[in-house]
C-alpha cells in the first residue's frame, strides 16, 4: 500500500501544487480504497487525525496472545458489550479468552469474548464460514490475519474469504468477501458453541425474514445463568435452515457481493438487541463504523501522551492502555434497561456495567480509571449500589450480570471507597450501607472472622485463610475511611480495628504470614516455599509473596518485623530468595524475581514499599528490571495472566512513575518513570504531565523533583494535586540520591 501511495502521489505532483484539494481528494480516497487490507481509515478517520493523535498505531493487540497472556484477540471499542473475535476449540487454560497464538484452528467468530481471565466462559452467537453445511472448523494462518483496534480481518482458504471484523459498544459488524472460485456464500450460525466452562441450556433462531434472524442463548458456565438474546441483519437475503444441535445453514443469494452481517446484542430481548442495532449500525458503510471504532480508541488512548525515543516501549504503552478498556464492559442497553444481579429488568438512569475482575483490577486498574476515566466513575459507583441492593453484596468478581464469588476478600469495597473518597459518588450513604453490610456478612469466612477476630485454618472449609484474612483487613480499612469522611466515629473504630486483624497471622520468630488455628497456634509443619493451588493458606502463592499483602498499613507491617532495618533485610531477601514450591503450585505463580511473583497481582504494590523506609533507589532499580524484563512487544509479552486489565494498568502507571499502594484514597508513590514526558488528561481541560530530565536506562533514580515550579521533597504525590493539573519535573541520575529518604517525605 505504502509503494503504490508513493508512486500516484509523484505521478499527481503537479497537480498537487496546481490544486491543492484535487490532490487531497485523490489521496483521501486512495485511503478509502485501501482502509480495509490497512485496518479501516476513511475521510472521516482523516479528518479525524487534525483533532486527535493517531494513536491507535502504537497498539499491538498481538501482545499476550501467547504464553499465559489469556488476552482477546479481535474488533471492539472501548468497554463495550460485544467484542467480535476469532473463536478457537477450547484445549485448556490458555484458551480462557478462546484464542491462543499457538493455535491454527478456528470454530467460529463469536460476538463476546473475555480478555485475560483465568476460567473461560462466554463465546455467545457464532458464524463460521463454510464449503458445506457438515464443516465445523476451518484453518487459518497468522500470517493471513490483521488486527489494529476494532478491525480484525483474516483471509481463509477452505473456503476461499476474506473475513473483516468491526463492533461497536453493543454490536458487531462482520463482511465476507468470497473468492471467485466460490459456488456459494454460506454461513453457519452456531448457538451451541462456547467457550471453556461455557454450555448452552437454551438456545433457538426464534424468527426468521429474508433478511433478518432473532434468537436467544441462555448458557451456565462461570456465569451461572447468562442470558444473551440476539438480532442479526444481512446485507442481501438469505435462506435459513436448521441444521440441529444449535446450528443453522445460512445461504446468501449472490455470492459474487460481500455477504454483511450486523448484529445487535442485549441481555434484557431480542427487541433490545434490534434496537441497540439500529441505534449503533443504523446503515451499511463497515468503513465508516471501522473508522469510528478506530476513533474510539483514540478519544481513550489521547488521554495520555508520551515522549520517548524507545518505539518499543512505546507501542507496550499504548498496548496496556488498550487492554485496560476492554473491560469494565457496558451493560445497558441503548434505552437505559439492563439485567440486574437478581436475574430482573431494570430501567437505570445510568450506564450498568460487568466485567468486574475487582480482586484483580482495584489494585492499579481502577485508580488509574480514577485518573483518565472520571466520567465513567458515578456510574460506575451506582453499578456497584445496584449490585449490593439486588443481590445483598458488593460484587466480587461480576459477569453478565452473574456474581461468581471468584477469587477470595471483599475486592469491591476497596473500589467503591476509593471512588466515594475522591468525590466521585453522589449516594455516600448507600455507598456506605453497601460497604458496610458487605463486610459484616456470615458467608465467605467473615463469620469466623467476628468470632475469632481472625480465619482459622481449622474452621475454614474452603482454606487460604491467610489471603483471605489479609484481603479483609484492607478492605475493613477501606470502610474505616468512608466511616471516618462520614462522621460514624463507633462505625470507624470497630473497623479501624478489624483492619489490624492481619497482625494476627504474622509470625515473628519466621517473619511470615502464616496459618493459625482456633487454639491461637501456627499451622505446622511450615514451608514459606510451598504452595499448593487451592488447597493451603494462601490464594495463589506462598508465604513469601503473602507477607507484604498489608497495603493499607505499610508503617504497621514495619513494626510487626521489629525495625526498619529487619523490615528491609526481609524485603531484600524476596528478590533474591528460591526455592521449590511444588508440584501443585499455581501457574498464576509467575514473572519471578527471586520469589516477588509479578505475574499474580498480590505482588503489585510490593516493589514501591521500599519508599515507606525511605529507600526508593531500591525500588526504581527494581521496577526498571520489571518493567523491561516482564513486559515484551510480542506475543508473549506478559508475564503472567492479563488479568481483564490489572497487569497492563499496573504497566501504564508505573511506566510514568506512579502507582497507588494504599487500596483507596488517594496516594500514588512515586517510582521510576521511564518515559521523557507523560501528560494525563486528566478532565475538565487539565493536564498533569511528568517531565523527566536526563532519563535513560542508567539514568533510573530520581534526584530531585519540583512540582509546579518548586521544590518537591516526597516520595509520594496525592490525587488532588494530580487533579489540579500541572507539571511534576523530576530529575534522573545513575545513582542514587537523598530524594525521598527523610522520615517526613516518606508515604
Given at each position: 500500500?505504502?509503494?503504490?501511495?508513493?508512486?500516484?502521489?509523484?505521478?499527481?505532483?503537479?497537480?498537487?501544487?496546481?490544486?491543492?484539494?484535487?490532490?487531497?481528494?485523490?489521496?483521501?480516497?486512495?485511503?478509502?480504497?485501501?482502509?480495509?487490507?490497512?485496518?479501516?481509515?476513511?475521510?472521516?478517520?482523516?479528518?479525524?487525525?487534525?483533532?486527535?493523535?493517531?494513536?491507535?498505531?502504537?497498539?499491538?493487540?498481538?501482545?499476550?496472545?501467547?504464553?499465559?497472556?489469556?488476552?482477546?484477540?479481535?474488533?471492539?471499542?472501548?468497554?463495550?458489550?460485544?467484542?467480535?473475535?476469532?473463536?478457537?476449540?477450547?484445549?485448556?487454560?490458555?484458551?480462557?479468552?478462546?484464542?491462543?497464538?499457538?493455535?491454527?484452528?478456528?470454530?467460529?467468530?463469536?460476538?463476546?469474548?473475555l480478555s485475560g481471565t483465568g476460567i473461560g466462559d462466554l463465546g455467545d452467537v457464532a458464524f463460521l464460514p463454510v464449503t458445506d453445511a457438515?464443516?465445523?472448523?476451518?484453518?487459518?494462518?497468522?500470517?493471513?490475519?490483521?488486527?489494529?483496534?476494532?478491525?480484525?480481518?483474516?483471509?481463509?482458504?477452505?473456503?476461499?474469504?476474506?473475513?473483516?471484523?468491526?463492533?461497536?459498544?453493543?454490536?458487531?459488524?462482520?463482511?465476507?468477501?468470497?473468492?471467485?472460485?466460490?459456488?456459494?456464500?454460506?454461513?453457519?450460525?452456531?448457538?451451541?458453541?462456547?467457550?471453556?466452562?461455557?454450555?448452552?441450556?437454551?438456545?433457538?433462531?426464534?424468527?426468521?425474514?429474508?433478511?433478518?434472524?432473532?434468537?436467544?442463548?441462555?448458557?451456565?458456565?462461570?456465569?451461572?445463568?447468562?442470558?444473551?438474546?440476539?438480532?442479526?441483519?444481512?446485507?442481501?437475503?438469505?435462506?435459513?435452515?436448521?441444521?440441529?444441535?444449535?446450528?443453522?445453514?445460512?445461504?446468501?443469494?449472490?455470492?459474487?457481493?460481500?455477504?454483511?452481517?450486523?448484529?445487535?446484542?442485549?441481555?434484557?430481548?431480542?427487541?433490545?438487541?434490534?434496537?441497540?442495532?439500529?441505534?449503533?449500525?443504523?446503515?451499511?458503510?463497515?468503513?465508516?463504523?471501522?473508522?469510528?471504532?478506530?476513533?474510539?480508541?483514540?478519544?481513550?488512548?489521547?488521554?495520555?501522551?508520551?515522549?520517548?525515543?524507545?518505539?518499543?516501549?512505546?507501542?507496550i504503552f499504548y498496548t496496556a492502555m488498550y487492554h485496560t478498556m476492554t473491560a469494565p464492559s457496558v451493560f445497558s442497553d441503548v434505552n437505559?434497561?439492563?439485567?440486574?444481579?437478581?436475574?430482573?429488568?431494570?430501567?437505570?438512569?445510568?450506564?450498568?456495567?460487568?466485567?468486574?475482575?475487582?480482586?484483580?483490577?482495584?489494585?492499579?486498574?481502577?485508580?488509574?480509571?480514577?485518573?483518565?476515566?472520571?466520567?465513567?466513575?458515578?456510574?460506575?459507583?451506582?453499578?456497584?449500589?445496584?449490585?449490593?441492593?439486588?443481590?445483598?453484596?458488593?460484587?466480587?468478581?461480576?459477569?453478565?450480570?452473574?456474581?461468581?464469588?471468584?477469587?477470595?476478600?471483599?475486592?469491591?469495597?476497596?473500589?467503591?471507597?476509593?471512588?466515594?473518597?475522591?468525590?466521585?459518588?453522589?449516594?455516600?450513604?448507600?455507598?456506605?450501607?453497601?460497604?458496610?453490610?458487605?463486610?459484616?456478612?456470615?458467608?465467605?469466612?467473615?463469620?469466623?472472622?467476628?468470632?475469632?477476630?481472625?480465619?482459622?485454618?481449622?474452621?475454614?472449609?474452603?482454606?487460604?485463610?491467610?489471603?483471605?484474612?489479609?484481603?479483609?483487613?484492607?478492605?475493613?480499612?477501606?470502610?474505616?475511611?468512608?466511616?471516618?469522611?462520614?462522621?460514624?466515629?463507633?462505625?470507624?473504630?470497630?473497623?479501624?480495628?478489624?483492619?489490624?486483624?492481619?497482625?494476627?497471622?504474622?509470625?515473628?520468630?519466621?517473619?511470615?504470614?502464616?496459618?493459625?488455628?482456633?487454639?491461637?497456634?501456627?499451622?505446622?509443619?511450615?514451608?514459606?516455599?510451598?504452595?499448593?493451588?487451592?488447597?493451603?493458606?494462601?490464594?495463589?502463592?506462598?508465604?513469601?509473596?503473602?507477607?507484604?499483602?498489608?497495603?493499607?498499613?505499610?508503617?504497621?507491617?514495619?513494626?510487626?518485623?521489629?525495625?526498619?532495618?529487619?523490615?528491609?533485610?526481609?524485603?531484600?531477601?524476596?528478590?533474591?530468595?528460591?526455592?521449590?514450591?511444588?508440584?501443585?503450585?499455581?501457574?498464576?505463580?509467575?514473572?519471578?524475581?527471586?520469589?516477588?511473583?509479578?505475574?499474580?497481582?498480590?505482588?503489585?504494590?510490593?516493589?514501591?514499599?521500599?519508599?515507606?523506609?525511605?529507600?526508593?533507589?531500591?525500588?526504581?532499580?527494581?521496577?526498571?528490571?520489571?518493567?523491561?524484563?516482564?513486559?515484551?512487544?510480542?506475543?508473549?509479552?506478559?508475564?503472567?495472566?492479563?488479568?481483564?486489565?490489572?497487569?497492563?494498568?499496573?504497566?501504564?502507571?508505573?511506566?510514568?512513575?506512579?502507582?497507588?499502594?494504599?487500596?483507596?484514597?488517594?496516594?500514588?508513590?512515586?517510582?521510576?518513570?521511564?518515559?521523557?514526558?507523560?501528560?494525563?488528561?486528566?478532565?475538565?481541560?487539565?493536564?498533569?504531565?511528568?517531565?523527566?530530565?536526563d532519563n535513560s536506562k542508567e539514568n533510573m533514580y530520581i534526584q530531585h523533583i519540583k512540582l509546579n515550579g518548586k521544590p518537591y521533597t516526597?516520595?509520594?504525590?496525592?490525587?488532588?494535586?494530580?487533579?489540579?493539573?500541572?507539571?511534576?519535573?523530576?530529575?534522573?541520575?545513575?545513582?542514587?540520591?537523598?530524594?525521598?529518604?527523610?522520615?517526613?517525605?516518606?508515604?
Open positions: 500500500m505504502i509503494t503504490v501511495f508513493f508512486l500516484i502521489f509523484a505521478e499527481d505532483n503537479n497537480a498537487f501544487y496546481c490544486n491543492l484539494n484535487i490532490m487531497r481528494k485523490k489521496l483521501i480516497n486512495l485511503f478509502m480504497m485501501t482502509c480495509v487490507i490497512a485496518g479501516g481509515f476513511t475521510q472521516a478517520s482523516f479528518a479525524q487525525q487534525a483533532k486527535l493523535s493517531n494513536l491507535t498505531q502504537f497498539v499491538n493487540p498481538r501482545i499476550g496472545t501467547g504464553g499465559h497472556g489469556h488476552v482477546f484477540l479481535g474488533a471492539n471499542v472501548p468497554f463495550g458489550y460485544v467484542q467480535l473475535g476469532p473463536t478457537e476449540p477450547s484445549r485448556g487454560w490458555d484458551w480462557c479468552s478462546g484464542y491462543h497464538h499457538s493455535d491454527s484452528v478456528l470454530i467460529g467468530f463469536g460476538h463476546q469474548h457438515n464443516q465445523k472448523e476451518i484453518l487459518f494462518s497468522h500470517a493471513n490475519e490483521n488486527v489494529r483496534p476494532g478491525y480484525y480481518a483474516v483471509k481463509l482458504q477452505q473456503p476461499n474469504v476474506w473475513v473483516e471484523l468491526t463492533a461497536t459498544q453493543r454490536a458487531g459488524f462482520q463482511r465476507y468477501t468470497f473468492g471467485a472460485d466460490a459456488q456459494q456464500a454460506q454461513l453457519v450460525l452456531d448457538l451451541k458453541q462456547g467457550i471453556g466452562w461455557d454450555a448452552a441450556k437454551d438456545y433457538n433462531v426464534d424468527k426468521i425474514t429474508s433478511t433478518t434472524l432473532a434468537g436467544h442463548r441462555f448458557s451456565k458456565g462461570w456465569a451461572n445463568d447468562q442470558k444473551a438474546f440476539f438480532f442479526a441483519e444481512f446485507s442481501q437475503p438469505v435462506t435459513v435452515k436448521s441444521l440441529g444441535t444449535g446450528r443453522w445453514l445460512i445461504v446468501a443469494a449472490d455470492v459474487t457481493k460481500p455477504l454483511m452481517v450486523k448484529t445487535g446484542m442485549s441481555a434484557v430481548s431480542a427487541e433490545n438487541a434490534q434496537l441497540n442495532l439500529k441505534k449503533e449500525i443504523p446503515g451499511w458503510d463497515f468503513r465508516q463504523v471501522v473508522a469510528d471504532a478506530d476513533e474510539a480508541w483514540n478519544r481513550e488512548l489521547n488521554k495520555v501522551n508520551i515522549e520517548t525515543t524507545d518505539s518499543a516501549s512505546r507501542r437505559g434497561q439492563y439485567r440486574g444481579a437478581d436475574g430482573k429488568v431494570y430501567d437505570g438512569n445510568f450506564t450498568n456495567y460487568t466485567t468486574l475482575s475487582l480482586w484483580d483490577t482495584y489494585r492499579a486498574a481502577h485508580p488509574l480509571m480514577t485518573m483518565i476515566h472520571t466520567d465513567m466513575l458515578p456510574d460506575m459507583a451506582s453499578t456497584f449500589i445496584n449490585i449490593y441492593r439486588q443481590q445483598g453484596q458488593l460484587p466480587v468478581w461480576h459477569l453478565m450480570g452473574n456474581e461468581t464469588n471468584c477469587m477470595v476478600g471483599n475486592p469491591g469495597i476497596p473500589v467503591l471507597a476509593d471512588m466515594v473518597l475522591k468525590g466521585y459518588v453522589q449516594d455516600k450513604e448507600g455507598a456506605y450501607e453497601a460497604m458496610k453490610h458487605s463486610a459484616l456478612r456470615e458467608d465467605r469466612g467473615l463469620g469466623l472472622l467476628k468470632k475469632y477476630g481472625y480465619l482459622p485454618y481449622d474452621k475454614e472449609k474452603t482454606k487460604e485463610t491467610v489471603a483471605k484474612g489479609l484481603e479483609y483487613a484492607l478492605a475493613d480499612a477501606c470502610v474505616a475511611k468512608v466511616a471516618r469522611m462520614l462522621g460514624k466515629k463507633t462505625d470507624a473504630k470497630y473497623f479501624e480495628k478489624r483492619a489490624k486483624s492481619y497482625s494476627t497471622y504474622f509470625d515473628k520468630e519466621t517473619g511470615f504470614m502464616r496459618g493459625i488455628g482456633s487454639d491461637g497456634k501456627f499451622r505446622t509443619p511450615f514451608n514459606p516455599f510451598a504452595a499448593e493451588h487451592r488447597d493451603d493458606d494462601y490464594t495463589e502463592g506462598n508465604a513469601w509473596q503473602y507477607t507484604w499483602l498489608v497495603p493499607h498499613d505499610v508503617h504497621g507491617l514495619v513494626k510487626l518485623f521489629g525495625s526498619e532495618q529487619k523490615f528491609v533485610t526481609k524485603l531484600d531477601s524476596l528478590f533474591i530468595v528460591t526455592g521449590n514450591m511444588g508440584d501443585n503450585a499455581s501457574p498464576d505463580i509467575s514473572g519471578l524475581i527471586g520469589q516477588y511473583a509479578h505475574g499474580n497481582e498480590p505482588s503489585h504494590h510490593v516493589l514501591y514499599m521500599y519508599n515507606y523506609v525511605g529507600q526508593p533507589w531500591k525500588g526504581a532499580r527494581l521496577l526498571r528490571q520489571t518493567m523491561n524484563e516482564m513486559y515484551k512487544d510480542d506475543f508473549d509479552g506478559l508475564s503472567g495472566n492479563e488479568d481483564v486489565g490489572q497487569m497492563s494498568a499496573w504497566y501504564v502507571l508505573s511506566s510514568m512513575g506512579l502507582y497507588q499502594v494504599e487500596p483507596a484514597g488517594g496516594k500514588y508513590i512515586i517510582g521510576s518513570p521511564i518515559f521523557d514526558k507523560a501528560s494525563v488528561n486528566v478532565g475538565k481541560g487539565k493536564t498533569f504531565s511528568i517531565i523527566c530530565r516526597k516520595s509520594y504525590i496525592m490525587y488532588n494535586d494530580i487533579m489540579k493539573g500541572g507539571t511534576l519535573e523530576i530529575q534522573m541520575g545513575s545513582q542514587p540520591s537523598k530524594w525521598g529518604t527523610r522520615p517526613a517525605d516518606r508515604p
